[in-house]
């Protein structure tokens, strides 16, 4: 630990790139560093706003850096080499001077504990190339990393319009359609989930109300100067810069997190420097000033304002959708399957990956697809009961669409029958027929509607199949009595 002893680590430590914290194992000590580190504070920054006492705090900073946790600028070989040396003054340095020139190679790549822990095999035989093998890959082990904007290429203040133009950009290139009749192996999966995910986010940003919550929870980067724009949709970016704060700015901060005034943080700086003589102006340290409850209560809502802001947006997106996960589950227990299903849907928007939450999911809609499916079968009745055919065959077929069953699929059919629209009433008949070949209803359905269509032979077939399953039904022997007229 000797070496981050040393006091010429001034620079700021760069916060650590998309790390999964569920499969860490830190002690309480690291692991409260780490939420420190926030790339604009400095070493000496991150001792005081801990408050571990300075060996507790570096110990636990030499020990994530010997883990590859996070990067700090100077330090030693991390594969147990010496250490970097600095070149003397006057020769250039062999890293960039700009950390952002450093991360323009990583852009699109998945984080280096991702990389490790499913590396990118491709496949023989597929019909894709290793090309877009390996950015199909990057992409879906990148989806509960990247940012909603990241994922779409937007910016903050972006507008409906703007979301849906970038949805028809993106989506492109992972459409289904754009694959169909090739072999793609395991990539037919992961294809589905992006581009299932991709669809879910839209929808959820196209909300005014949805994106502006999403927005206020962003902390905007500042853009590089210079920078060219590129037309292209490039892959997906896991990682995100830090903004640079001037001093000023990182003293307010420290001081917000420690309840402290920027003159009571230069005052304890220069204490653990051994400069124990207080600047013109600034407070006496021998003694801490008396702190009010209205303030403590300001230092306790500043301290939570902060540990929000400095949240990832993966854990700020796992919150958001175990919230509607809740509520749910709520909705679903009282019978809102409505209510619950899209609040399931949004739970699975924030957390793809989360199996529980798609298995919830997928019951909440079913049942919300069999109570609308019931809503328009009653409709459809009372529509049928009056002599509207034309309406209730539209409520029949709609009910049929969301509950797909025997019964609603034939009642479509015979109330289409009565209308013009023949070439439907077969169709939805016939569908009838495939969930149950045996079933005497279906068949009978399909006989009228080949009877309706001038088909009189078809309609024989259908009928002789219903009265071979049973001879004494009497529906079938009236219908059969009105085939043999028509095939006259």
Known sequence: MSWIQNHSFRSAV???????????????EEGFVLSRVDGHATIDEICMV????????????????????????????QNGGASKESPPKGEPKDQPKDQDEAQDDTQGAPTEAEAEAVPFVPEEGLDISEKKQQEIHTQYYALENVGFYELLHLEVGCTTKDVQRAYR????????????GKKLGSYTAKLEAIFRH???????????????????????DEPEADSPVSEEVEPISVRRRPRQLSKKDRLRRLGGVMGMSTQEVQAAARKRKGKTTPAAGSLRTDKAPEVSAERKARIKKRRRKQTQQIMSPMVQRRAKAKRHYDEGIKALL???????????KLATTFDPKNEEYREKEQIATSRAREGSATAYAKRASFEESVGRWDEAARLYCMAAERNPTVELFCRAADALSKGEDLKRAVEYATRAKDLEPNSIQARLSLGNAYLSAAMPKNARREVEYALNLDSDHS??????????KADR
């Open 14 to 28: 760069p916060a650590p790139q998309s790390i999964d914290f569920a499969g860490l194992a830190l002690s309480p």
């Open 475 to 484: 529906l079938a022997k009236t219908l059969m009595k009105e085939v043999k």
């Open 334 to 344: 009282a019978g809102n399957f409505a209510a619950a299903a899209s609040n399931l």
């Open 50 to 77: 801990t408050g571990l006492g300075e060996d507790t705090t570096l110990g636990a900073l030499a020990r994530l850096y010997e883990s590859k946790l996070i990067q700090i600028p100077g330090g030693p070989a």
């Open 169 to 180: 950009k993106v989506s492109m290139r992972y459409h289904p359609d754009r694959f169909f």
């Open 198 to 220: 991709i669809t879910n986010v839209v929808e959820y940003l196209s909300d005014d109300d949805e994106r502006a919550t999403f927005e206020a929870t962003l902390v905007p």
